[in-house]
């Protein structure tokens, strides 16, 4: 079932769902397994599952030159939709991203998706890899998101890219992402408001946000949206901090703010095993204030742990 037909069906109520990362090369999927059983009970319509592009790393050789090596550290992220599928009855959520791929990679992924009965995709543009610092498309590849959704919305009317080959029809739906504060290149909000409706009017048929800890600003983000004329669900991301890096590294990975009153709260904690009691009792809150707003589902980056997440649902659902 599409995302948009799970909330269509809750009429109203909030869903739980949650995003998963698939394991590093070489590892199996019994932790994941092991993680996701006992969230299972919160009944997710959905799980999401991110798609990691190549990095680069560089190996000396006895000659002491450098050899360039590309390597995806967690491939699989197909493999594992379809392992969720038939393992839970779940909607699998597969993200798929514009960065390393040309439009035949792409297009080939989505046919296998179809032929293995997923029905969502959420598209995004990648990041830059590691090493280069800035985002350089594919040579045959998008540049940004809206166009990879260009893509999908011509494969849903069965239009792909070479027309002599072309069959039936895919159906997927279309989730993009949205930036509460705003996303890191954009140079203002205006501006990246103006192209996530660019994506809108490209075929997305929902939003999920950013990670963010303070809920004004989604609220701010969602009336902005509706005052443009974006007027798909929009999902609120949360992430509950669990160690004190995080007042760091979040802000500086995802380009967010974090509240003085989360932050004092943090500084206050002896040890991490007190952060993670704070991240849980703040997404607590986060997530009761979002409820009384009516959010459609609380999404839940759970980074293959789920612990916090487990607490933090038997309190809400
Ligand atoms: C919910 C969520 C899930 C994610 N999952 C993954 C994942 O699985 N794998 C992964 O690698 N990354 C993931 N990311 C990170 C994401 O790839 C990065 O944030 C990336 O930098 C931007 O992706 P985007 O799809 O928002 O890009 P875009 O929508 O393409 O926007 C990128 C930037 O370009 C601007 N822009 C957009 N369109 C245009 C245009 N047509 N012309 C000019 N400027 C434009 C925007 O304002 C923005 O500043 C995720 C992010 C979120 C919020």
């Avoid at 960065?99 to 990648?126: A, M, P, Q, W």
Wanted: hydrophobic share 35%.
């Amino acid at each position: 079932m599409k995302v948009t037909e799970h909330i269509e069906k809750a009429k109203g109520k909030t869903l739980f769902s949650f995003e998963i990362l698939p394991p590093k090369k070489g590892d199996n999927l019994q932790t994941i397994f092991s993680n996701i059983n006992p969230l299972m009970e919160f009944n997710p319509p959905f799980i999401d599952v991110t798609y990691h592009r190549e990095e680069y790393e560089y190996k000396e050789l006895p000659n002491g030159l450098l050899e360039k090596i590309i390597i995806r550290k967690r491939p699989g992220t197909v493999g594992i939709c379809a392992a969720l599928q038939l393992k839970y009855k779940v909607d699998a959520v597969p993200h798929l991203i514009c960065g390393g791929f040309s439009k035949e990679d792409t297009e080939d992924i989505l046919i296998d998706l179809n032929f293995l009965g997923i029905d969502n995709v959420l598209v995004l543009r990648g990041d830059a890899i590691k090493s280069e610092g800035v985002f350089r498309p594919h040579p045959n590849g998008y540049k940004y998101a809206n166009e990879l959704v260009e893509h999908v919305t011509a494969m849903n009317k069965g239009k792909y890219l070479h027309d002599e080959y072309a069959s039936g029809a895919t159906n997927f739906c279309v989730g993009v992402a949205g930036y509460p504060e705003k996303h890191f290149e954009s140079p203002n909000l205006d501006t990246d408001l103006h192209y996530l409706k660019k994506k809108i009017n490209a075929g997305a048929k929902y939003i999920v946000t950013q990670l963010f800890y303070n809920n004004q600003k989604y609220f701010d983000f969602v009336d902005k949206c509706r005052n443009i004329g974006i007027t798909v669900p929009i999902i609120p991301g949360i992430k509950p901090i669990s160690i004190k890096n995080h007042l760091t590294v979040l802000p500086n990975v995802f380009h967010i703010d974090m509240p003085q009153d989360l932050v004092l709260e943090v500084e206050k904690c002896k040890n991490n095993k007190e952060v993670y009691e704070v991240g849980i009792e703040w997404s607590i809150q986060q997530c009761k204030e979002l409820m009384k707003h009516n959010v459609p589902v609380l999404h839940f980056y759970s980074m293959g742990r789920s612990k916090n997440i487990l607490k933090i649902a038997k309190e809400l659902f």
